[in-house]
């Protein structure tokens, strides 16, 4: 019979189209609602002094996957930062960003309304891992921080996820957010046809080739994990040769790392400047101006993290995408099924 061959090419056509994604819808120009209440959002944001509400010169830290922003950040850019002359402020969504994204990125947007007000300026943001990509959605979704962040500082971003996280969900070992960090995940595709990978505020983006827990880093092209376009991507084995090994947590606290920050943080287009870092700057120790027990605390840095996420709490599949991003990510699957 002739039919038979037409209706099951008809099938795979229709499984097909079903299950391709929609490409580029224009991006979101309103937010959509915050789901945890204010008094939770509010406590997981601390300032090193003072109250979250009332700072001069505030510098926001978003953590990454594994850690709380103190744990993240305590050994490089809180003492890193405060020598810039910022009031250093992090997020510690609970538990250890190893939650819903989604969730992560709103305690994000309260923290850049909350700091905008309570200074009167637009707050820089230095992100680790996990945060730059959070940093990313909230910019994307929620247009009304657009206007409050000064700049983005990305250390080993992981805008298109990474290939390296579908080893722990095989093993039964992730948690919400690693399962939204794996490469081709609902949620990394609801980024990607929302706008999300191009740059929203002047942005800068380090990242190590060799970086052992986010991938593709390698081929110094868009197709790298933390390259978003239009921005500043610096990939740092392009600077200091392929012999140059920088890890996942070195990519935020190493010297170099630091001179590519420090330029991004006090340039005027809000990006680093290639000029004011160079082979020079090629070292993989950590930052020089952090004392012996923070340069010890940073080469601990990712067992801290491994520690967090091996006790932290796991799930089987990857969670149901907000109301708001559904549409961006048609045709993938999260808990409940195939999103229509
Ligand atoms: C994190 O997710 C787990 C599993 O979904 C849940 O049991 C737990 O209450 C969540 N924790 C927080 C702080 O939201
Ligand atoms: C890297 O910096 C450290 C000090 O932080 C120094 O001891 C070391 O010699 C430097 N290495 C190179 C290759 O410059």
Request: with cysteine.
């Amino acid at each position: 019979m002739k039919t038979i061959p037409f209706v099951s090419a008809l099938i795979v056509v229709l499984s097909v189209v079903t299950a391709t994604p929609l490409l580029s819808l224009p991006r979101p120009s309103s937010d959509p609602p915050i789901t945890t209440p204010k008094s939770v959002l509010d406590r997981g944001l601390e300032c090193q002094t003072g109250s979250p509400s009332r700072q001069t010169r505030p510098i926001l830290l978003v953590p990454g996957t594994g850690v709380t922003g103190q744990q993240s950040f305590a050994s490089n850019w809180i003492p890193l930062s405060t020598l810039l002359g910022y009031s250093p402020c992090w997020i510690s969504p609970p538990p250890f960003m190893l939650n819903d994204s989604q969730i992560n990125s709103e305690y994000i947007v309260n923290a850049v309304h909350t700091l905008y007000s309570g200074s009167g300026g637009k707050v820089p943001v230095v992100t680790w891992s996990q945060g730059g990509l959070a940093v990313q959605w909230a910019l994307t979704f929620f247009p009304s921080i657009r206007g409050k962040v000064d700049r983005l500082m990305a250390f080993a971003p992981d805008y298109k996820g990474t290939v390296e996280a579908g080893l722990l969900s095989t093993f039964g070992l992730a948690a919400e957010s690693v399962w939204q960090q794996q490469a081709g995940s609902a949620f990394l595709t609801a980024l990607k046809n929302a706008g999300g990978l191009t740059r929203i505020v002047p942005t800068t983006n380090l990242y190590s080739s060799v970086d052992e827990i986010v991938q593709p880093q390698f081929t110094n092209s868009p197709v790298d994990s933390s390259y978003l376009d239009n921005s500043m991507n610096v990939q740092m084995q392009q600077i200091c040769g392929g012999g140059f090994i920088v890890d996942h947590a070195g990519s935020l606290t190493s010297q170099f790392s630091w001179m590519v920050g420090r330029s991004a943080l006090g340039s005027k287009t809000g990006e680093a400047v290639s000029g004011e870092f160079g082979k020079q700057d090629c070292n993989a120790t950590a930052a020089e101006p952090l004392s012996a027990q923070q340069k010890s605390d940073a080469g601990g840095l990712l067992l801290v993290a491994a520690g967090n996420l091996l006790g932290g709490p796991k799930v089987k599949c990857e969670p149901d995408l907000m109301e708001y991003a559904r549409k961006y990510a048609t045709g993938m699957k999260t808990c409940s099924g195939v999103i229509m």
